[in-house]
Every structure is written in C-alpha cells, then in structure tokens.
C-alpha cells in the first residue's frame, strides 16, 4: 500500500491531497473490477491497511476519512466484523445520543441493574472497546426501530414490554439468554408442583411465539438467534416437568381448597388480568412477585363462565394484552368513575 506509506512521509500541507487522491483512485479502482468478489477483495485489503495504518499517531485521521469514505461508499462490499471508522461510529451514535440518554436514565430509575449490565451496550455504546461495522449499524437500526414503535414510551416503559422487544431485535447476548432464563427458573422455584410449573412455560411459549422477529442480522453473529434457543430450552424444561409428573401425588399438595370462598366477577379472564396488572403498575398492588398476584386471581377468583380460573390462562393474558382487552377495561374504570356519587 505505498500511497498510505506516501502519507507518513508527506508533510502536513500535503496530506489533505494526498487523501483526496487516494479515495478517488480507491474510487476508479473499484469501479473497473469486474466481478463483486473482486471489488469485495480490494475493499476489504484496503481495510486491514487502514486500520494498521491508523495506529500512527501521525495520519490516524486521515486514516480514518479514507476508512469512512469505504464504509459509506462501499458499505455491502466491506467486512463488517472489523472496527468501524471513529467517524463512521460517531454519526451512527450521535443520531441517538440525546434519546439513548433519556431511556438509560428510565432504565436505571425503573428496573434492576441486572438487566441494565446485560443491556448496557445498547445503552452505552460509546463505552464499547472494539465497535465493528457490525455492532454500530445493529445499535443504530436498534433505536431506528424502538423510535417508529410508538408503544414504546419512556413514560410507561415496563420490563416485559422491553424484553418482548429485545427478543423482537434478535438481541442474542448469551448473558441475555441466561438472564431471561433465570428469571424463569425463579418462578419455577416458587411452585413445587409440576403441573403448575408446566403450566407457567406454555404461557412462556405461548408469549415468546407472538412476538415477531425482524428480519436482519442479530446482536452476535457467533451465536444462535434468541427465540429458537429459548424455545429449546423451555421444550427441554417441559420434558422435565413431566418426568416429575409421573412422581407427583397431587393429594400431597391442593392448589384450591374445596369449599373456598371466592370473588365472583363479571369481567372475563383477559380483562381480570389487565386490570391487575394495571393496579400493579400504578403502584396500587404493591406485589413484587407478578406471581404472587397471579395465584390469588387463580385461587381467589372466578366468573360467572367458570369456577376456577386457569393459571395458565392469567399468566399468558397477563404479559400477553390485546388491543380489545384494553379498550375494555378503560370503558369499565370508565363506568366504575361514573359510579361514584
């Protein structure tokens, strides 16, 4: 690459030509190649030279114009796992900066630092060591995606809302994986019985298989898309769950006592569901356990339709509301209003 040894050699009043002249020769170059593989070849050689000749201190910027003119010029022709131009990744990241402040922020007020360390490098992209072409254009299209998604407020940001959407953006972080997984396994280890906990990972199936997976390139290249994993691992769970069937004596242990005294309701299992995650949220059921909130409408509540209220059934409706369920439910606190004197 001798124009680039060129640059070192060059003094200062010539190097802005100098770079002038390399990308329009890079430019007509590529442009005479015949086949994709070939302009593929060249763009990407010219990137491996750029960015061992960034490491002199005394042509890294102009280094760096060279490498920015290929990522935006030649964008499907370059490889994406190498580091991306420090130009290139501060127009990507500055579109954003002022929005990805105010939602880590909510973040931070509003959820667990677990959460937020597995999540940190969508919220602190600046802080990443090594941003390739690839990390920069996922996190970019990332919050291109969280802004046209208008439920997405960061008034009523919620932690399932925003791990549905994550999985939605095939974000494949294994500490993700783990964390999402955890979170399942904790509401296993409440329940002994292994019909209810079966019951708890359909409703998980049943969540994860309704949330729609954009097309394009996931979070980590190297690893296996979110949603298939977690399907594999909540299948293997449900295998386990039914070995400890086979053991179980359900008289040992009673989810509903015969003859308990129970609320009957006029609303539907949908509408129960809302409702309580509504009074929830706003801070009037103060339950931290969305469990705990689930058993008591199971054991606790019936309608007129039925005795016993599925579990499975709250669970799914629960972190699973329709468009209908909610306009219900507004037009129902709507009338309770109405009824005050």
Not at 111 to 129: D, G, M, T, V, Y
Not at 266 to 284: C, E, R
Request: one cysteine or more.
């Amino acid at each position: 690459m001798e124009f680039f040894d060129n640059l070192i050699e060059n003094n200062s009043d010539e190097i802005k030509d100098e770079v002038n002249t390399i990308i329009e020769e890079i430019r007509e170059t590529a442009f005479k190649l015949r086949t994709e593989e070939e302009i593929k070849l060249y763009i990407q050689n010219h990137q491996f030279a750029l960015i061992e000749y960034k490491k002199n201190d005394s042509i890294c910027k102009e280094c760096d114009k060279v490498l920015y003119f290929l990522e935006t010029n030649f964008q499907r022709f370059t490889n994406e796992m190498l580091v991306i131009s420090d130009l290139g990744k501060h127009s990507l990241f500055n579109q954003f900066a002022d929005f990805i402040e105010e939602i880590k922020h909510a973040i931070k007020t509003n959820f667990n630092e677990r959460l937020f360390k597995h999540i940190a490098p969508l919220i602190e992209p600046e802080k990443c060591k090594y941003c390739t072409i690839h990390f920069v254009s996922y996190v970019s299209q990332f919050w291109k995606n969280w802004l046209s998604d208008c439920s997405l407020s960061i008034n009523s940001l919620k932690e399932d809302v925003v791990i549905s959407f994550l999985i939605s953006q095939n974000f494949n972080s294994p500490t993700f994986f783990k964390y999402i997984v955890s979170e399942i396994i904790g509401e296993l280890h409440q329940e002994d019985n292994p019909y209810v906990q079966e019951q708890v990972l359909l409703s998980y199936t049943k969540r994860f298989s309704s949330i729609p997976i954009k097309i394009g390139n996931p979070f980590s290249p190297e690893y296996p898309n979110i949603k298939p994993i977690l399907d594999e691992w909540i299948n293997i769970e449900i295998k386990q769950c039914r070995k400890k069937q086979k053991k179980y004596n359900p008289e040992q242990q009673s989810i509903l006592s015969k003859g308990v005294h129970k609320i009957e309701t006029s609303m539907s299992v949908a509408q129960t569901a809302y409702l309580f995650k509504l009074l929830n949220k706003s801070g009037i059921v103060t339950n931290k356990v969305q469990m705990d909130i689930l058993h008591v409408l199971s054991e606790k509540f019936c309608s007129k339709k039925t005795d016993q209220i599925s579990f499975d059934s709250l669970h799914n409706k629960y972190y699973n509301v329709e468009d209908r369920t909610k306009e219900s439910v507004r037009e129902l606190l709507e009338n309770v209003i109405k009824s005050i004197e």
